[in-house]
């Protein structure tokens, strides 16, 4: 196969579609079919039955009688079925009312006039040249048909035409009269070539009567082989069923025709062909019962083969099953690079690369085919790869075992090619479903490794969207050299650092990554002599810097010292933290905070690192980095950083528990004074509302003004509520800690945890359905009341009481039913996008144009900038082009102090507010379960 | 173009004003006037008016040599709509094409200057961006030089690639996020009194390229006097659609075959009807009369209509009871509620429904800044330019709204596609989908049977330029490195 498709320069230019007129399929027939039978007592195939071996071959063994090819070298032969009568084709029914509603029921001609068939013939042909689509031309022939049909005489013969209407699915009526397809066949062969172009037919390619099948193909049996089941018996195709009734029918037709039988019983065998030819066709055609197989299940015909998500088009043309590929279950592994994927022995022993047998690399091929499939590694190493398959020049495949591994070895000449197990540094594609933007599938170098699962780093989760909670992933393992190419320079995890959706960081810490950073570099972390060392040996660094304080006598090492080691050393950056205060507040207040990250020199002197710096999405130095230092400084610092925030946190320890939630005795006291006061403030909006002294919004009913005080009240309880609770908990609690750096959860999960659940809603209005006007029979109905409709009380540290935990319940199910509901809508529409621009393409001249040329846009997005080369959509990043040019100027200088900025480093873009709000609120929306 | 702005326009030029009137009402506009001929004019005046004022019409554009009316009267309308001020040029003689891009400022033309010197090419909005940043800065000739030579270089490097797959690029980074959207409806920016549809279900409504949104809203600004509360509401109340059913009750009179209707007196005061008006507009189908109505026990006389069935059909009076209730006495069609919001100093009404034809007819409305959701309306009215800048701007907005940030790149190009060829085409089978030249494609996507049959009869070639086809017969495909060659030429070696 390797040999074969070498440098193959050929292209298929074009496909052309066309009709099968009865003459061509006679003559692309190998045989022609009478009998229904398809094999003999002895199980061989029957001569000009079904199955004959005419047809092509489905058996090993046995050779085509056609070609003379063995089973994998025949592609199979069409046959034919002569038709005693003709029959209509089912998938054709419109275009033939057309046509024998626009043309003549005498002469054949179009109902139209020389000079309006000319009128339409020049549109046609100005379409053609201006380069109308298809579907521009079908508006005008259905226009012209239109046109003709209305006409009730001919104006060529002068013929009264008559009324036909289709009796769906396949029977003509003239006046009610029924039309034969004998009938309807020799009227379509009068239509002369020229009408029928008018009518957007191409004769040359498709007249008219071969619509009226005359001789039906029959498909080669490699397209319906039947299975032999265990028990010995023959079990046919769908469509070799179906062709069976076709022959049936067609048999016993001949045979009354012929012996001259009554009329009528003619035309019910004749109609009865009809039935199975059509399902034959389509079995799921509206009008008439769909084909059954014995058991009671509809067949499969032609049209269901091809058509919806498992037909031939979608699953087997647009998607194809591949080999050297595996999938198991994934695993973290933070040791590994961002670049690499632990793949498991059993795996890399089954997965090969190709390896052409050259002089240059003779004698080591030999060596290895010499080691057999399954080597011993020597003492130290713990794999080495084995071979698998040995190809000879003549494309045949020499299985390598162990036994036969030393003479193959000897075998080995160049121009073989010899397939080697995975090694540590092979280029292998890895993927997650869904793979919904091209990051879903990236290019990741091998580590081969013992135990079962797929193994990548951390921060690579967020492009694939993966987890570890029973994810599997996929891995293919590239066979050419050029997909090995194109793989390394396009499409490593490197690479694809930036992305293109929003110009910035998919991969970046997550999680412990952020923690640990945190721990790391808040206000002034320090660490001892041990534990700096401990934490920089995790990257490789031997020699400590000089200590950064010395106290007591001792030697320690500030954590944004230590994190500054990883940083180019010209990294100038200026940027607010995550754990910064909502909302706008002065630098100094900052400052206080330590939630101002200024970097001058690659030197961090103040500011936390967290999810504003290190973090996948958001991280500022990462994408810094990733844009003017290129992918590997990326990759580098990317994994840099995270060891470090691993080493850290495994030096300080972090825990998190319930405990984290406790707040004091009075701080509860507060909480519940306040939802109490809730509750009652609502009981009063209720008490109002029942008097009809509430004040009604504009536009709203007195009930609706009622459910939004309500909602409003209840959600600043909430509020409230998780406020009280957060100012007992400070930075130094766990859970805050992971809340503010941004590594999980939210303040908002917290003060739910530990302060209050808050209102439950089920589309977005507080619960009222279950019972006859109440929730549930705990209350009075009519109850308008807080408890009554959905109020949670309770935190969730504290309990539910069993009506609000079926109230929570009651929301969670929402959630659930939404991700749903999503998820197939969602995909729906990317399949229609990715469907509508796939075509699209960046020419040389900058413009985007489709496969027609046409041009869509003269210069992608106006700028022709690749957005994930973008400075945040932007297409360049002038601040720091001036900063670096202007740095010293006065003016610029002044430009700086006037906007109130620090001395270096820091623009206005670096100051403007997160889009943070947005992503706590979905946050909300969330179920907190997690699949 | 309205009657009156064409009876004006012809005025102007010095048609009699009979004639003018005679050709408005029967529709012509200045524009089909221009392409029209003396023959055709014939029908509705005298002949000899007819030729003078083709005369004088077509003469008008040789005063003002900007436009070139005659020449190109579809894309002269079409492009007003894109511009900031969207007024259809309604007194000129043709409508002037306005300058879409704002005129280049000091700043800018000596960036521009610079760029020339050194040779290098920006895109106007870095021009711009720079030209800003620049502002207020002394810096050296060389300086500056070096500055522009910086930023062309870093924008250079930041060009996307020739043989870009872009339109998959942007078609993934769309539908990505889809995934992470919510599906509920919420209250309109800052009016709580409205839904609207937000999130994936309006991203879908968008691509779809819906008629008409599943909820339609407006936000109408005013001219003069957005302080002005009172007017606001005044003009609130005009626009805000009222049937008769929102200020009457309608009720059916079996015995004598007819239907009466009473008006309310509150609910008429609180939409602004007056009673004359509510004759007015009831003065064709009904009659008004002095009526007993019996209220509880009590029988009182009130003022109402009534309106005969005429022939003793209950058929026909429950028609005519449906007729009454849905009949509009005032306000726009389709603005089922105008609801006033403060914007900073201004006011500003919000309506549930919209009409952008109509609202912008009112005289009072600023057309610069009033707009609709409605894509579809904002294609009839402005054009496609606008529906595009439409299309780029809800959904983009949709995306902000749930805090997912997408490249507006990769939302211009969906748009553009959907834009592409005049009229608004929806992403699927109906639209784009449905009109790719290929027939592999359109197979593989759906309604595979229908595309194939038909392919054979029209004898349709597909020559296998775009994706699908290629991966369907097994071949590179046309996009990125599978669109270009390499050819290695080993070096030769000397004998």
Redesign the interface.
Known sequence: MMSGLRGVTK?????????LSPDEIRRMSATKIITADTYDDDGFPIDMGLMDSHLGVIEPGLRCKTCGGKVDDCPGHFGHIDLAMPVIHV??VK?LKKLLQATCRRCGRLLLTKQQAEEFRVEMEAMEETGG???D?QVVTKETAREATKRQRCPHCGEEQQKITLDKPTTFRENGHKLTPKEVRERLERIPNEDLRVL???P???RPEW?ILTALLVPPVTVRPSITLESGDRSEDDLTHKLVDVLRINQRLRENRDAGAPQLIVEDLWELLQYHVTTYF?NQTSGIPPARHRSGRPLKTL?QR???KE?R??SN??G?RVNFSARTVISPDPVLSINEVGVPVEAARELTVPIHVQSYNHDIVKEWVKRGPTPAAPVGEFYIPGVNYVIRSDGRRIRVTDKNAEAVSETVEIGYVVERQLVDGDIVLFNRQ?S???MSMMAHEVRVMPHKTFRFNLAVCPPYNADFDGDEMNLHVLQSEEARA?ARV?MRVQEHILS?????PVIGGIHDHITGAFLLTYKDAKFSKEETAYILSKIGIRDLPPPGVKKGGLEYWTGKQVFSMILPKDLSLTFKSSIAPKGEHSLRELREEDALVVIKNGEVSSGTIDENAVGAFKGKILDKIARDYGPDAAREFIDKATKLAIGAIMVRGFTTGIDDEDIPEEAKKQIADVLKKAVADVEALVEAYKRGELEQ????SLEETLE?DAMKTLGRARDTAGQIAGKHLGMENSAVIMARSGARGSMLNLSQMAGSIGQQAV??ERLSRGYWNRTLPHFRKGDLGAEAKGFVRSSYKSGLHPTEYFFHAMGGREGLV?TA???S???Y??R?????????????D?T?R???D?I??F?????????S??VQ???????D??Q???GE?P??QE?LKEQDMASYGLTEKDMAPE?S???V??EE?EPTTEE | MSRAATVEALRKRGVAKKTAEALADAGFTLEKLVSSNPARLKKFIPEKDAVRVLQKVTAAPAEKPAAKPAKKPARARAKPKASAEGVPAEKEAAPEVPQKAPNVSKGEQEIYDGLKEVGRYL?R??VT??AA??H????GRK?LL??IT??SD??E??????????????????????????????HYAGV???NVTLG??R??EI?DARRVPSTPIMEIHIKEGARDLDKIRRIAQEIEMTNLEDIADIETDLVNMQVLVFPDDHRMKARGVAYAELEERLRRSATPKELKRSVGTSAKSVKGFVVEAGEPSFKKLQRILEQMKTTRIKGLDGIR?A?IRRRGERYVIYTEGSNLAKVLELPYADPSQTSTNSIQEIYDVLGVEAARNAIIKEANDTLQ???L??????I???S??MT??GDVKA??RH???????????R???E????H??H???????????????N?????PV????G?VNLVYRPPQVEK
Not at chain 1, 860 to 865: A, I, L, R, T, Y
Not at chain 1, 873 to 879: A, E, I, L, M, T
Not at chain 2, 405 to 410: A, G, M, S, Y
Not at chain 2, 478 to 481: A, I, S
């Open positions: 292209r298929i230019k074009a496909i052309k579609f066309a009709l998938g054709h275009e689509g298809d579907a031309f957007g037919f191409n040359d390619v498709a619509m389509d049209v091809l058509k919806g037909g088009f979608r043309l647009s194809k869904p919904l933007h091209r194109e396009l293109p959706r929003f110009g910035g919004m504009p536009g709203r939004v589309r977005g939404d509901v999503r998820t809508r969602s995909g529409m990317q229609r996008l990715i469907n509508a621009l796939e075509d699209l393409k960046v020419k040389e900058g985007v489709n496969t027609a046409t869509i846009q210069r992608f997005g106006e700028d022709g900038v690749d957005p080369r973008s959509g932007k297409p360049v990043d002038v601040d082009i001036l670096e040019i202007l100027e003016s610029w430009r889009i709000d947005e992503e609120e979905v929306e | 895109p909005s870095l961006e720079l940043k620049m207020g800065i002394k810096v300086k070096e500055v910086r930023v870093r924008y490097s930041h060009r996307i690639d020739p043989n870009e797959s872009a339109g998959i690029v942007s078609a993934q980074s769309i539908g990505e996020p889809g995934t992470q959207m919510t599906m509920r409806t919420f709580a009194e409205m994936l279900p991203l879908i691509v509620r609801i709204e749930q805090g940030t997408v490249d507006i790149r990769h211009m190009l969906v553009d596609m592409n060829d992403i699927g639209g784009i989908s449905g009109r790719k030249s290929s027939v592999l494609a197979a593989a996507f309604i595979t049977a229908h194939l049959l392919a054979a009869i029209t004898g349709e070639v597909d020559s296998l330029d775009g994706v699908a086809e991966v369907i017969v097994g071949q046309t996009l990125g490195t669109a």
